[in-house]
């Protein structure tokens, strides 16, 4: 746990001498939004289920769930680039400490970031928010969070692998058209319904809304909590067992000498 708070710590060093681009990743969900809004109109005259609000919460979550899959694996190949993963492998901090502490700075980082934007949105368009279920509502970002991370972490081995950062940005395109966050994952054509329902990443979104907005559920309400906790234990399995392969191991090695 110290290595992980310290790496966390350093980072956030770097983030304050890097004030402006620190400053502009707080700036960008409300700047990425502002088309949303100002066309918000036209979107919910042509479908009478879609609310400003429902685009903000979507929009939002989404871009911070996409910054912490993107950043899990920028983290691991900035370390290859910069042959940091020759020490990590050779001392006893384990590759997940190393990605933990990159992203726990860049959680809060761009947390405060999603956190105004939703704020100033909700002041400056009189949104009405539920408020009711708002410990759910921190639990669902939690758990987005470990299942984020997770997924980041476990594509950073393609990444790596094929030496291509674009696989990321590939594969997180594809989840963030199966999550449904700008429109609703019931009216999408069968087999792309089902296909959707499998994405870990929907379910907390699909409760969020629910909570927030009172939108009805995609399935059963704590059938959706148990599909989200059991993601997120089996994603954490899944890369503590990836991360720790031999062959993973190898790569960063490999291509931490080079």
């Not at 990743?25 to 809004?37: A, G, N």
């Not at 009478?48 to 190949?77: C, D, K, P």
Request: glycine share 4%; hydrophobic share 55%; charged share 10%.
């Amino acid at each position: 746990m110290s290595y992980i708070i310290e790496i966390a710590r350093l980072k956030l060093k770097i983030y304050k001498i890097n004030f402006v681009d620190s400053i502009s990743i707080q700036l960008r969900p409300l700047v990425t939004l502002i088309p949303y809004i100002l066309f918000s109109q036209y979107f919910i005259k042509h479908h009478q289920n879609l609310t400003s609000e429902f685009i903000v919460i979507s929009f939002l979550l989404m871009l911070f769930v996409g910054n912490i899959v993107i950043m899990a694996s920028l983290a691991v190949y900035d370390d290859i680039t910069h042959k940091r993963s020759l020490y990590y492998y050779f001392s006893d901090i384990s590759l997940y400490q190393v990605i933990l502490g990159n992203l726990l700075a860049w959680v809060i980082v761009s947390l405060i970031g999603t956190i105004a934007a939703f704020v100033t949105l909700s002041l400056f368009h009189d949104f009405q928010w539920n408020t009711e279920h708002i410990y759910f509502v921190i639990g669902l970002i939690i758990f987005e969070i470990i299942i984020s991370i997770n997924a980041g972490s476990m594509i950073a081995y393609f990444v790596l692998k094929f030496n291509n950062i674009r696989i990321v940005f590939y594969v997180f395109s594809i989840l963030l058209f199966l999550s449904g966050y700008l429109y609703p994952i019931r009216i999408f054509p069968s087999p792309l319904k089902e296909i959707a329902s499998l994405n870990p990443l929907f379910y907390p979104l699909d409760l969020m809304r629910h909570y927030l907005l009172w939108t009805p559920a995609f399935i059963d309400v704590h059938l959706e909590w148990v599909i989200i906790v059991v993601a997120a234990i089996l994603s954490t399995w899944g890369t503590c067992y990836f991360l720790g392969k031999r062959k993973y191991k190898h790569v960063l090695v490999s291509k931490g000498h080079k």
